[in-house]
């Protein structure tokens, strides 16, 4: 769903709420001291890239450090999910995986199929191994869907994913520290 000013919540209104339960969580974008993995896809690969830009901008604004920092390349979206469990491994190399891709309907017959299992895989391995895989692969009717989602500013879907992989880290660190 497209963002609008009329549907984010007010952060005001996350502290009114929070007065109201016993225990309210809200996630930090500190990358200081994080481990990401990044599963590109190189199938329309100069989408990817503005997407890598984005991405990688906000981790480094974050504090992430570029040493901890792993990339790998899949040949197209539908191989991102298992690059992204090979990326965590059995030992959780990684905080969280950002996977970025392109997949345009305008150019295949069978988009449907490599954009929904590229969903569901990237869903099953987050919930399997209970590490953030975030969603960065775009799935758009054109070539100029695809353009205006990686245009390099605070919209783009790289920058959004990585900060979302940040933000979910966060979030899971704080819950299983929880007694
Ligand atoms: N892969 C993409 O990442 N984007 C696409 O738009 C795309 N199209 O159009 O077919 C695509 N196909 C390749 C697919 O991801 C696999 O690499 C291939 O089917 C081999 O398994």
């Known amino acids: 769903m497209k963002k609008t ?3 984010e919540i007010d952060p005001e209104a996350i502290a009114e709420v929070a007065q109201r339960v016993g225990t309210s969580l809200t996630a930090s974008q500190d990358g200081r001291g ?4 990044v599963a ?3 199938f329309n690969g100069a989408i990817t890239l503005r997407l890598l830009e984005g991405a990688l901008g906000a981790l480094a604004e974050a504090g992430v ?3 901890d920092v792993v990339l790998a390349w899949a040949p197209g979206a539908f191989e991102i999910p298992l690059l992204a469990q090979a990326m965590i491994g059995a030992t959780r190399r990684v905080d969280a995986v950002i996977t970025l891709g392109a997949v345009i309907r305008g150019d295949t ?3 449907d199929l490599v954009a929904g299992e590229c969903a569901r895989g990237i869903q099953d391995v987050q919930l399997a191994t209970g590490v953030p895989v975030v969603f960065g692969v775009l799935t758009t009717e054109n070539l100029d869907q695809a353009l205006v989602r990686s245009l390099p500013d605070h919209t783009n879907k790289g920058r959004e994913a990585a900060l979302t992989a940040l933000e979910m880290i966060s979030l899971v660190d704080q819950l299983s520290s929880r007694s």
Request: charged share 40%; aromatic share 6%; hydrophobic share 20%.
């Open 109 to 111: 017959g069978h988009y």
């Open 65 to 67: 450090e570029r040493r």
């Open 5 to 7: 000013a009329s549907t």
């Open 40 to 42: 590109a896809g190189r």
């Open 34 to 37: 994080r481990r990401i993995g």
